[in-house]
């Protein structure tokens, strides 16, 4: 069975304080491994998408990378506007264009 | 562009009640999926359209639910009749061919009392 499983659920850090979320993930065929952010009240906003093992991808304070079974988002000297839900998805061959998400992880950077 | 638009953004109803939750998805794009997120569950694909048509309604729960995309720009998500673990916020989202990058809406908060 395709699953994506983030962890940890819950994140709290310090201003400044940089960690990584994980998101580990087991499909019949990869079509793509993506990161979206979450506000409270919002829908997901696309951050990443990565395609191949040893691809990385940046955007400010955040960098996602991805190896053939897990990847990775970097949270470098976060602020307290980075708070968010971080969800991970993964494309899969059976459906086409549709995506599995993890349950996310909720990220609280304090001041 | 407006982005993915839905309505309502709030929907409280009572049980056995019918609901239908509406989407304009961008202009353009050609792909439309439905989800529903839950405490529980997170993100769940209910089903989704490419080019108007039906393309996998594997994760619609039950008959009670159901879907249409009379055309490129709106789409409907009826549940009739509608319980209590129907409560989810239900969310449209867009794409084109070939990008992930779905866009999606701000959600629609459905309360089953």
């Known amino acids: 069975e395709d699953q994506v499983t983030q962890s940890p659920e819950a994140l709290r850090l310090q201003e400044g304080e940089s960690s990584s979320l994980n998101c580990s993930y087991t499909?019949?065929?990869?079509?793509?491994l993506f990161w979206y952010r979450q506000d409270p009240g919002k829908g997901p906003e696309f951050l990443f998408t990565l395609y191949s093992a040893g691809e990385e991808k940046e955007k400010e304070r955040l960098k996602a990378t991805l190896t053939k079974k897990e990847s990775f988002l970097h949270i470098t000297a976060p602020k307290p506007e980075d708070s968010a839900t971080y969800l991970c998805?993964?494309?899969?061959?059976?459906?086409?264009?549709?995506?599995?998400f993890g349950k996310g992880t909720t990220l609280s950077v304090s001041s | 562009d407006a982005g993915v638009i839905q309505s309502p953004r709030h929907e409280v109803t009572e049980m056995g009640q019918e609901v239908t939750l509406r989407c304009k998805p961008i202009s353009g794009h050609d792909y439309l999926f439905w989800y529903r997120q839950t405490m529980m569950r997170g993100l769940e694909l209910l089903i989704y359209?490419?080019?108007?048509?039906?393309?996998?309604d594997s994760g619609m729960p039950e008959d009670r639910f159901s879907a249409k995309m009379p055309n490129a720009s709106f789409s409907t998500l009826k549940i009739q009749p509608s319980e209590p673990r129907d409560s989810a916020v239900y969310f449209c989202?867009?794409?084109?061919?070939?990008?992930?990058?779905?866009?999606f809406g701000s959600g629609t908060r459905l309360t089953v009392v």
């Open positions: 989202a867009s794409s084109l061919l070939g990008n992930y990058g779905y866009t």
């Open positions: 998805a993964v494309g899969y061959n059976q459906a086409g264009t549709a995506l599995i």
């Open positions: 359209f490419n080019n108007n048509v039906p393309i996998d």
């Open positions: 499909v019949s065929g990869l079509r793509g």
